[in-house]
């Protein structure tokens, strides 16, 4: 595929503030923000991250796309026994705990300067593949990475697109997602 000339217009380019809903962003109608909200799984606890989705099984096959099964591969980086070795692989890494439901890596792959304070994932957004369209070094003897890459949805039954070109430096000598780059 050639990714410069990809059907997609490039109206679906947008930065990761939007995906998913930016934090802060203001509260959809009808679902009210609160602890112990009966939409939520938690404990009542708060910490300012939103409980794992813990109704959702663990895949048998890493959905990052490797063909790995989730264990010997992006699992390994979410429960911190490893990390990432490449820019990409923290990608793929990140783009895994979307599908997974897995906020709290999200937040931990985040440079510190440029996280969130808190995450919410949308329940309602099933994701259904990456691509790596390119990437720009982000290896192994490398401080700093693009990675552009395309991550496929579906929410209420329509699909979706998410194209980024995200930038990735080493922070304490680990890979973190610092933001997104102009395309
Ligand atoms: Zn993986």
Redesign the pocket.
């Known amino acids: 595929m050639c990714p410069r000339h990809h059907r997609n217009p490039p109206s679906n380019v947008f930065d990761l503030r939007l995906w998913p809903k930016r934090p802060g962003a203001p509260k959809r109608s009808g679902t009210p923000d609160r602890p112990g909200a009966p939409d939520r799984s938690g404990s009542g606890e708060d910490d300012g991250v939103a409980r794992r989705d813990s109704q959702r099984a663990e895949p048998t096959t ?5 063909g ?1 099964p ?1 264990a010997d ?3 390994r ?1 979410h429960t911190g026994s490893a990390d990432a070795p490449t820019a990409e ?1 923290l990608m ?2 990140r783009y ?1 705990a979307f599908v997974v439901g897995d906020p709290e890596y999200l937040l931990r792959s985040w440079h510190t300067s440029t996280r969130p304070p808190r995450l919410r994932l949308d329940p309602g957004q099933r994701w259904t593949g990456l691509e790596i369209v390119d990437t720009d070094r982000g290896g192994l003897f490398d401080s700093t990475g693009t990675v552009e890459f395309r991550a496929h949805y579906r929410e209420a039954g329509r699909p979706g697109t998410v194209a980024e070109r995200s930038r990735f430096v080493r922070e304490d000598g680990r890979w973190v997602y610092l933001d997104a780059g102009s395309t």
């Open positions: 890493c959905p990052c796309g490797q790995l989730y591969c992006c699992r980086l692989a793929r890494s895994a």
